[in-house]
């Protein structure tokens, strides 16, 4: 029968993955807790970046806008107004949003070819200001914020992000809690809207759909979710620098996205993952993980342009979201 | 006839696309509850006339009047939301969403807009398997769209529009590609339908335009050529010579 | 220095960034325009240009002018097989979708940069002139060289030119652009035409790198900037006008030599990406160009 919720298989696949990234926090070894508490919070970038381009159809090459946004609010804050973990990180969600809906308010006018080259400009504008302010941003040198600074106080208490634990669990709770949201988004109307929008705009805006409106809205909710992940990066692992607005990271959650599977949920967290190990992996073999990159992007165009949970989804399980 | 203010109404509507003239001057009046047809020869000018009553093209100038209301400066979608309903000439349904999602996309933008009710999941159910039912795709709610024969993407295209309940529905050419069995039962909805809404019909067939309309607007080259009931259309020379003459 | 003359070096330079920028835009531009593909990759190919022409002058001894000249002729040559293998391989299987194709030559332009890095190094290395000479102004030297920079430059963009307007290829290849089917229901072999655009593509890129690296060093992060810029030049240009390409290859050289003499490089680079932009969100058809297609 037709449901509006998630349930059965979906429910307890999703459970499942959560749990078990649970479990790993006590069995993996120190370096690989590490990655995964990169990956997990990287992923949070990537399910960001998938709600604009893979539910949505709006192929970004600036997303690392949004996720820096996140960052420097949070960064800047905590570092130069010592402001505590929580209004930082508020900080950075509001900067993330509202860059996202100057940003899409301005990009939207444009669609296709012109949509990418327009955000990969605007997001190089936003790089270069953080170059130029390199008297409170230190550039591509970046800062360091403090361990004391690092702490999410609670009523009852207080936690260190800097330890490794803390931190795995923290990344996991954000990126639970953006899974979920994700998860009920693509079943909730507004979800069916955007993957129509995408299809086809003509026939929605000849249902009485406001496309304009709906498509700002989806990339401020991508902008919201990636500033979150930069957000959340800044205050668990102390570091920020320009680097993270450098194109290269607007490139990054595209070919974690491609990879894992476009308009899929577990898709984001599987690409970043992957890609993670691939990378790892390479550049204890050979320095030459840029060439990795370009041939796993260009293998996957060619040859996987769903990645891989879309292809599970397409050839095994058609109920996966 | 009474009186009454027409549901929509055109004046000196025109549109050009460069130098051709693909709707010139166009007077035209359509009362609530009616069924109407429009025929005329192919490049007449229809398919460009119903996109500027419904707001998909914009008008060179001069206005449309729906319910009482200039809506000739008003975008597509509000359009729609104050009750014009278009289902597109070429099959134009979300081939890879379930057709449930194809009518629900329709539904939930109607409860949006309704004050009362609200959107809730099991009004969005209720309402998006009712429009399925209407049309005979029930059994097929969780069928990929693009799946469908062909006949029935043209079924839920309708049902889509159903689903809007708008007060105007426009058809455009909506049995093109049917078989004979198909556009029966296709007659049979359509009269169904007019009892609650306006309809406005595009359409070559004229066994479908003679069952269907209760009046009909003959186009030619942008202009009214001809208006009537469908006797009188049958019986006007200039319809006949222009159009009729080289089809019957 | 007085400001007079001040102003005419600053043009000078801006001339000479405006005529590497316009041979660089107009292979952009022309893949663009036939083939309707993004290429991200054309920096790369601009750098691979470079790097070769370092490559090739340093094969031969003797006179300068000997390793230039061939590195003017096979750098170019070289980098177009490389973007006409890449285009067969790769694009010609994407069916030219613009979205694969970017993310494609955006994996091409990692690929062909880490190669780069691999054989040639992180080093920025000088290729030295073919002539030293220097013409004395009244108030300062200026190099020969980059005025014949100007000139082979112009001679390059007439060429083209010629070639698009005048001869049976650019005929094809308008042909092409106008309606691939139609090319194709007449016999064209569209497939074969990309590649060899895509490859004209390249080659101009190359053939502007070759011109700059006796004044500026190969090196294998060179691409970046100038991608950027030819897409500026693209876009203000209007797509596929030749005419308007120039003409804004032009004004942004002038702009940026002008421009980055009197602020920091770094907000005049913001200022001006800023501000295309916002051209291409309010005037999509660029400042000169006629109507989008």
């Not at chain 2, 009750?83 to 134009?92: E, M, V």
Request: with cysteine.
């Amino acid at each position: 029968m037709i449901s509006l919720l998630p349930r059965g298989k979906t429910l307890v696949l999703h459970i499942g993955i959560v749990l078990a990234l649970l479990a790993l926090n006590f069995i993996l070894p120190e370096y690989h807790r590490g990655v995964f508490s990169r990956v997990l919070v990287l992923a949070v970038f990537a399910m960001g970046y998938n709600i604009a381009f893979g539910y949505t159809g709006l192929l970004s090459l600036g997303h690392a806008m949004f996720f820096a946004a996140g960052l420097y609010g949070a960064g800047l804050t905590i570092y130069h107004l010592d402001w505590g973990v929580w209004p930082a990180f508020a900080m950075g969600l509001a900067a993330g949003l509202a860059l996202a809906l100057l940003v899409g308010a301005l990009a939207l006018r444009t669609t296709g070819v012109a949509f990418m080259i327009v955000t990969l400009m605007f997001a190089q504008v936003f790089y270069l200001t953080t170059l130029y302010f390199t008297t409170y941003t230190r550039g591509e040198e970046g800062l360091v914020l403090r361990q004391q600074a690092r702490v999410l106080a609670f009523p009852g208490g207080a936690l260190d992000l800097s330890d490794p634990s803390t931190r795995y669990l923290v990344a996991l709770t954000l990126f639970t809690l953006v899974l979920g949201a994700v998860l009920f988004l693509v079943r909730a109307p507004f979800g069916r809207s955007l993957v129509a929008i995408k299809e086809n705009e003509e026939r929605m805006r000849m249902l009485g759909y406001d496309v304009f409106a709906n498509k700002l809205l989806s990339v401020a909710l991508s902008g919201l979710v990636c500033a979150a992940s930069g957000a959340a990066y800044a205050v668990l692992f102390g570091y920020v620098g320009s680097g993270f607005a450098a194109i290269q990271y607007s490139i990054l959650p595209l070919l974690w996205v491609l990879l894992g599977g476009a308009a899929t949920t577990l898709g984001p967290l599987i690409g970043t993952l992957l890609m993670f190990y691939v990378i790892d992996l390479a550049s204890s073999h050979t320095t030459a993980h840029l060439l990795v990159v370009g041939l796993v992007l260009i293998g996957l165009i060619l040859y996987f342009p769903k990645g891989i949970v879309g292809t599970i989804r397409e050839r095994w399980a058609p109920w996966l979201p | 006839m009474a009186a009454v203010n027409p549901l929509l109404s055109t004046n000196a509507l025109s549109r050009s696309f460069g130098g051709l003239k693909a709707v010139e001057k166009v007077d035209f009046s359509l009362p609530q509850g009616q069924t109407r047809a429009i025929i005329g020869p192919n490049g007449a000018g229809k398919t460009t006339f119903v996109s500027l009553v419904c707001g998909r093209v914009a008008p060179s100038s001069g206005t449309v009047v729906f319910d009482g209301s200039d809506i000739s400066r008003m975008p597509a979608h509000r359009r729609v939301r104050a009750g014009i309903a278009y289902t597109f000439q070429i099959t134009s349904i979300f081939a890879n969403l379930t057709v449930f999602d194809n009518v629900a996309l329709a539904v939930q933008r109607r409860l949006l807009g309704d004050r009362q009710h609200g959107l809730s999941s099991r009004l969005l159910l209720k309402h998006g398997l009712d429009a399925l039912e209407r049309v005979g795709l029930g059994d097929r709610a969780e069928a990929l769209a693009g799946n469908l024969a062909y006949g029935h993407q043209r079924l839920l295209e309708v049902a889509m529009g159903l689903a809007l309940k708008p007060r105007l529905l426009i058809l455009d050419e909506p049995t093109q590609g049917l078989s004979d069995g198909e556009i029966e039962s296709f007659i049979a909805l359509v009269r169904e339908i007019a009892s609650e809404a306006t309809v406005l019909l595009i359409e070559h067939n004229m066994d479908v335009v003679m069952a269907l309309a209760e009046r009909i607007t003959v186009m030619e080259q942008g202009r009214i050529l001809a208006e009537g009931t469908p006797d009188e259309i049958r019986a006007n020379k200039a319809v006949q010579q222009a159009y009729l003459g080289g089809d019957a | 220095m007085a400001f007079g003359p001040y102003l005419l070096l600053a043009t000078l330079e801006g001339l000479v960034t405006a005529a590497v920028l316009s041979l660089m835009a107009l292979g952009l531009s022309l893949v663009f325009g036939v083939m309707r593909v993004v290429n991200v990759a054309h920096g790369e190919f601009y750098m691979l240009g470079a790097v070769l022409a370092w490559w090739f002058s340093t094969m031969l001894g003797g006179h300068p002018a000997v390793g230039f000249l061939l590195a003017l002729v096979l750098s170019p040559l070289v980098v177009a097989a490389v973007a006409f293998v890449a285009e067969r391989l790769v694009l010609s299987r994407l069916n030219y979708e613009p979205e694969a194709t970017i993310v494609a030559t955006i994996g091409l332009l990692y690929i062909i940069q880490q190669l780069a890095l691999s054989f040639y190094g992180a080093d920025a290395r000088p290729v030295e002139a073919p002539f030293s000479y220097r013409i004395q102004l009244p108030w300062f030297g200026y190099s020969a060289y980059k005025l014949a920079v100007i000139a082979a430059s112009a001679l390059m963009m007439i060429g083209t030119w010629f070639v698009l307007t005048r001869t049976k290829i650019g005929l094809v290849m308008r042909a092409t652009q106008y309606d691939r089917e139609t090319a194709q229901a007449f016999g064209i072999p569209v497939g074969k035409v990309y590649a060899g655009v895509f490859a004209l593509g390249a080659a101009l890129a190359a053939f502007a790198a070759v011109l700059i690296v006796p004044i500026q060093q190969a090196h294998y992060l060179m691409g970046h900037d100038p991608l950027l810029l030819s897409f500026i030049v693209v876009i203000i240009g209007g797509l596929g006008s030749l005419r308007g390409t120039v003409v804004a290859a032009i004004l942004i050289g002038l702009s940026d030599g002008i421009v980055s003499m009197f602020f920091s490089p770094t907000l005049a680079k913001m200022l001006a990406t800023f501000l295309v932009a916002m051209v291409l969100v309010f005037r999509p058809q660029g400042l000169f160009g006629a109507a989008a297609r």
